[in-house]
C-alpha cells in the first residue's frame, strides 16, 4: 500500500510498505481519507525525535486520521464495514493500574501509532483495536473530523485545569493546538484571551478561533503588554502551545499569584532553564498533558455542534504532497494553520 515515510531528518518519500493483515477478533481495518498533521509530527521531521526518544528512519508519521472501516473482526461490535471513523493513537493495554483507573493515556504498555514504537497513519489503511475507532457524524467531510485528536487533548486538558467563569487566559503559541486552547476558553466562560505567537498571520486565524488580543512577540513585550491589560495582576491561566524556554518563562511571569500554568507543548530542548522561582514565589500550580484519554465523543459533540469551529485548517493537500505540506509549516508560507492530507 501507499504511504509516505520519513527517510531522513526533513526528508519525507513516498514508498510502498506492506498491506495492513486482516483484522484479528476485536479489531477493525481502517481505509484512511484524510490526517491532520500535528505539531509533534513537525518534532520527529524537523529534530529528529521528541525529548529523549529518537526517530527509527523510516518512520511513518501521522496520529490524527479519519477514514472508513471496511473489514472488522470477529466479535466486533462498535462498528461494521462502511462506518466513518476516527482512530484514537494510543494503543492501551486496557488492564494496567492506569488503564483500569481510566487514565488510559498514561497506560504502561502504551504504543503510539506515527512513533518509532508503530507506524502511523500517512498510510492507506490501518488495523486496530475496535474501542481504537468512533463514529464520526454524517455531516462531517473526513478534513473535519481530523480535528477530533487535537481538540480531543483540548477537553483533557480541563479535566485536569480548574477554568471558572470570568477568568483570564493567556495561550503561548498560536498553532493548531493554541488556536483550539482560545476557542475552548472562550466557550468556557473567559474575560480575556491573550495569545501570542511569533507569526502575524497565526495571530489572525487564533482571533477568528475566539482569541481576544493577539501579541506579536517578536516586535511587542510579551509581559509588559499582559500585565497591562491585566493592570499588573497576570492572568489566572496560562495555556503554553509553544513549550520554548521563552514562552515558558513568560507564562510564569504573567500568571497571578495562585494562578495556573499548563504546559501542553513538546519542549524542543532537553534542558530547560526554568525560573522556577518566579513559580514558587507566586505559588502557580502547574500541570503537564500527556495525550488526549478517549476524549474524541466530547470533541466530536463540540465541533458537530458549531460550538468549535475548523476554521483551523487552512490547507487541504493530496498525500503525494505531504512533503510540500510539511516544508509549508515549517517556514509558516502561505498564511498556513493547520494542514490536512487527503487521500
Known sequence: MRSIQMVAPRTLEEREMPQAPDPGPGEVTVRIHAVGICGSDMHWYLEGGIGHFKAAYPQVLGHEPAGEVVAVGRGVT????????????????????FCIEGRHNNCIQSQF?????????????????????DPIPASFSYSKATVT????????????????????????????????????????????????????????????????????????????????????????????????????????????????????GIPSEHDLQIDLHTAMNKEIRIQTIRRSNHNCH??????ESGRIS?????????????????ELLAHYEDGVGKVVIEF
Open 149 to 264: 485528536e487535537p481538540l480531543a487533548v483540548i477537553v483533557h486538558v480541563l479535566q485536569l485545569v480548574e477554568m471558572r467563569l470570568g477568568d483570564s487566559v493567556a495561550i503561548m503559541g498560536g498553532g493548531s493546538i493554541g488556536m483550539l486552547c482560545a476557542a475552548v476558553a472562550k466557550l468556557r466562560g473567559a474575560s480575556t484571551v491573550f495569545v501570542v505567537d511569533k507569526v502575524p498571520h497565526r495571530l489572525e486565524l487564533a482571533r477568528a478561533m475566539g482569541a481576544d488580543i493577539g501579541i506579536h512577540s517578536p516586535t511587542e513585550n510579551v509581559r509588559e503588554k499582559i500585565l497591562d491589560h491585566t493592570r499588573g495582576r497576570g492572568v489566572d491561566v496560562v495555556f503554553d502551545a509553544a513549550a520554548a524556554v521563552e514562552t515558558i518563562n513568560n507564562g510564569l511571569a504573567v500568571a497571578r499569584m495562585g494562578g495556573q500554568f499548563t504546559l501542553i
Open 78 to 97: 462498535r462498528v461494521k464495514p462502511g462506518d466513518r471513523v476516527v482512530v484514537e493513537p494510543s494503543i492501551t493495554c486496557g488492564h494496567c493500574e
Open 310 to 326: 475548523d476554521a483551523l485548517v487552512t490547507h487541504r493537500l493530496p498525500l503525494e504532497a505531504t512533503p510540500r505540506a510539511f
Open 113 to 133: 501509532l506515527g512513533s518509532p514504537q508503530m507506524p502511523g497513519l500517512f498510510r492507506e489503511y490501518a488495523t486496530v483495536p475496535q474501542y481504537n475507532v
Open 298 to 303: 466530547a470533541a466530536m459533540d463540540l465541533l
